[in-house]
T-cell receptor
Framework: GESVGLHLPTLSVQEGDNSIINCAYSNSASDYFIWYKQESGKGPQFIIDIRSNMDKRQGQRVTVLLNKTVKHLSLQIAATQPGDSAVYFCAENINDYKLSFGAGTTVTVRA | NAGVTQTPKFQVLKTGQSMTLQCAQDMNHEYMSWYRQDPGMGLRLIHYSVGAGITDQGEVPNGYNVSRSTTEDFPLRLLSAAPSQTSVYFC?????????????FGEGSRLTVL
């Protein structure tokens, strides 16, 4: 089965609100996690990453939180905009050369 | 700067036919990989390469072959297409030798096998 999964397949959020996308992983040996965004008809794009020696990492309007105790990863998007509508994937490294992706969460931003 | 270029973007095959999906990158990346994306299943790694002349299997390698004769190109070959290979295929590359760096994805190749 998949070692990385997202709690909810879809998320609807009001424009301007904050979004939280959750992800659970099962491999306690994973030490690197990444969030990708995939817009319709395009390839995934890197958003932000975090290593296991960190609990939190911030980017532009995005924050990734890592809770190793419960093997949980989340992506927070501040002030969600229509351009944030996409499918979001979390991924963890299986080893130095392989990433395992979750099934994805589809985020829809309501005007 | 084109990044990762995949061709063709769309292809329809009959069962048993063979074809090659092309992938080229112009970023001098050592690491390249192929994924397939199916509804509700995220992306699954087919094959990867950490440099010219070096390839290895991912999660779902059966029915696919790869080669890496140059740093720039990483073609994916379907030897005898099956309906189960209907999917969207993505090529990705990274400047690092592994997954410690950002993966750059192509736009995808949508394959339908009848």
């Amino acid at each position: 089965g998949e070692s990385v999964g997202l709690h909810l397949p879809t998320l609807s959020v009001q424009e301007g609100d904050n979004s939280i996308i959750n992800c659970a992983y099962s491999n306690s040996a994973s030490d690197y996690f990444i969030w990708y965004k995939q817009e319709s008809g395009k390839g995934p794009q890197f958003i932000i990453d975090i290593r296991s020696n960190m609990d939190k990492r911030q980017g532009q309007r995005v924050t990734v939180l890592l809770n190793k105790t419960v093997k949980h990863l989340s992506l927070q998007i501040a002030a969600t905009q229509p351009g944030d509508s996409a499918v979001y994937f979390c991924a963890e490294n299986i080893n130095d050369y392989k990433l395992s992706f979750g099934a994805g969460t589809t985020v829809t931003v309501r005007a | 700067n084109a990044g990762v270029t995949q061709t063709p973007k769309f292809q329809v095959l009959k069962t048993g036919q063979s074809m090659t999906l092309q992938c080229a990158q112009d970023m001098n990346h050592e690491y390249m990989s192929w994924y397939r994306q199916d509804p509700g299943m995220g992306l699954r790694l087919i094959h990867y390469s950490v440099g010219a002349g070096i390839t290895d299997q991912g999660e779902v390698p059966n029915g696919y072959n790869v080669s890496r004769s140059t740093t720039e190109d990483f073609p994916l070959r379907l030897l005898s297409a099956a309906p189960s290979q209907t999917s969207v295929y993505f090529c990705a590359s990274s400047y690092s030798s592994g997954v410690g760096g950002e993966l750059f994805f192509g736009e995808g190749s949508r394959l339908t096998v009848l």
